[in-house]
């Protein structure tokens, strides 16, 4: 009876020992997304699959070439989210029903834009951040007042 509890107690620990290893690579892993979440926001996909820079370098190409494209600088995002104090408290950007894209704090200067057809905000405090849909500057929000909208990119 003795070496069944030991054996028990080994098993426990073992269970105990890999659900922490487990866990610490989840956290490190989602720490490192949050990291490179501002390089994915640089190169936010494009509509046709493709990223911002590879559109650029297209129509550049397309421009040497002679034909007239439209510039990667002409494409609106459809939000794009500036903090303008100090600290901007809990922005959200989600695609509806699919990947969230922002859930996190914005530092002042900050910037991100978004290609996707359709999002959806949630911001903390709205009078921290401006924001841009489809290219015309939304009205500032109350100072600590919650906002939640959907944005729809123009067809």
Sequence with gaps: ?????????????LAVV??????????????GDAA??????????????????DTQADAETDAETGA?????????PTVRIECIAETCPLVTVRVPGG?????????????????????DVVLSDAATVRVTENGELR??????????????APD
């Design 68 to 76: 007239e494209t439209p510039s990667a600088s002409a494409r609106v």
């Design 36 to 53: 490179g979440e501002t390089a994915r926001e640089r190169s936010s996909p494009a509509p046709d699959g493709g990223t911002e820079a």
């Design 99 to 119: 990947d969230v894209l922002l859930y996190r704090d914005m530092a002042r200067g900050e910037e991100v834009s978004y290609f996707e057809p359709e999002l």
């Design 18 to 31: 890999a659900l922490l290893f487990v866990g610490g690579r989840a956290l490190l892993g989602m720490l």
């Design 1 to 13: 009876m003795g070496l069944a509890r030991l054996a028990l107690l080994v098993v426990t620990a």
């Design 139 to 152: 009205p500032q929000g109350a100072p600590g007042k919650r906002e939640a909208f959907t944005a729809t």
